[in-house]
């Protein structure tokens, strides 16, 4: 299940949901290399309760957070 | 550049299921009367056809059609029917995008509708455009995917370009390419190690065309030195709604050679139609996908091919 988008991807297949946020206008850029994901969104609002951020471009590095085990990629 | 916008070449070209000419096709043969009683014209004459057509033919297709009005003069009968399903291709392709374009699809989808010469299969034809409502559909299928590949000719680096390249995807874990797309025209491309390369989403021949040139000079731009070698559509995908319901378990008692449908499986009938060799998705509410074409003349034909047998099982509650 926490593949199938990705497998959607594989295929070729897939809705392009990352094209549709483009679209949308809000992400830049996506990257997915080494278990990693890197975003760069514009004119993003982060909400907390009593705060409001509002910046014109965010760089979102993310790893994976359980442990992924092996991890050879070459 | 781009017939894709127009579709009447392809769906001119296509003859109705029994390959009989019909005013719907444009026809090519002006010296056959044999009992139409119309006397051949010269392509350059105006003959009843519109104005319009006289201006936008006469611009564009003089000589194509002469050259196919001299093999018409000298085919038979009997091989009429056959150049002339070709030749409707070839001048349809070059004579009409223009006609269709300033035509509603309203009329017969195939501009032929306004045929310029008379059918020497079917003597009664005017010549004055006709609307051959049994004919043509009035119906011309949507691409909605096209799926082709290109060589760029050199080995590729897959984690370099993922980390270089904007919007790409590299999980060589899960599948050894890399994913990359492009906002314009909107497109996947699956890039291979081995310099090859699939690309998906087009919704045109020349969209597809134009989207692997871009992911080319992306890959050009991280400094491989990409070409572009055999670039081949591999698949296109159409669709279109005939506006009826249709009753799928008559159709597949009837052509069941051709058919399977289980709807415990899956809610559409699969339609393996042969020639073309297009596969359609018919569905009860009247929708069709089609399947499996190389080219868009394929589609189109499909389509024109199982029109007349989705109107024999329409729903009538």
Known sequence: MAYQLYRNTTLGNSLQESLDELIQGSLNTYRFCDNVWTFVLNDVEFREVTELIKVDKVKIVACDGKNTGSNTTE | ?317
């Open chain 2, 1 to 317: 550049m781009d017939q894709n916008n127009s579709l009447p070449p392809y769906a001119q070209g296509l003859a109705s299921p029994q390959g009989a000419m019909t005013p719907g096709i444009p026809i090519f043969s002006p010296m056959m009367p044999y009992g139409t009683g119309l006397t051949p014209q010269p392509i350059q004459n105006t003959n009843s056809l519109s104005i319009l057509e006289e201006q936008q033919r006469q611009q564009q297709q003089q000589q194509q059609q002469q050259q196919q009005q001299q093999q018409q003069q000298q085919a038979t009968v009997a091989a009429v029917q056959q150049s002339t399903s070709q030749q409707a291709t070839q001048g349809a392709s070059g004579q009409t995008p223009q006609l269709f374009h300033s035509q509603t699809l309203t009329t017969a989808p195939l501009p032929g509708t306004t045929p310029l010469y008379p059918s020497p299969m079917t003597p009664m034809t005017p010549i004055t455009p006709a609307t051959p409502a049994s004919e043509s559909s009035g119906i011309v299928p949507q691409l909605q995917n096209i799926v082709s590949t290109v060589n760029l000719g050199c080995k590729l680096d897959l984690k370099t370009i993922a980390l270089r390249a904007r919007n790409a995807e590299y999980n060589p874990k899960r599948f050894a390419a890399v994913i990359m797309r492009i906002r314009e025209p909107r497109t996947t491309a699956l890039i291979f190690s081995s310099g090859k390369m699939v690309c998906t989403g087009a919704k045109s021949e020349e969209q597809s065309r134009l989207a692997a040139r871009k992911y080319a000079r992306v890959v050009q731009k991280l400094g491989f030195p990409a070409k572009f070698l055999d670039f081949k559509i591999q698949n296109m995908v159409g669709s279109c709604d005939v506006k009826f319901p249709i009753r799928l378990e008559g159709l597949v008692l009837t052509h069941q050679q051709f058919s399977s449908y289980e709807p415990e499986l899956f809610p559409g009938l699969i339609y393996r139609m042969i020639k073309p060799r297009i596969v359609l998705l018919i569905f009860v509410s009247g929708k069709v996908v089609l399947t499996g074409a190389k080219v868009r003349a394929e589609i189109y034909e499909a389509f024109e091919n199982i029109y007349p047998i989705l109107k024999g099982f329409r729903k009538t509650t």
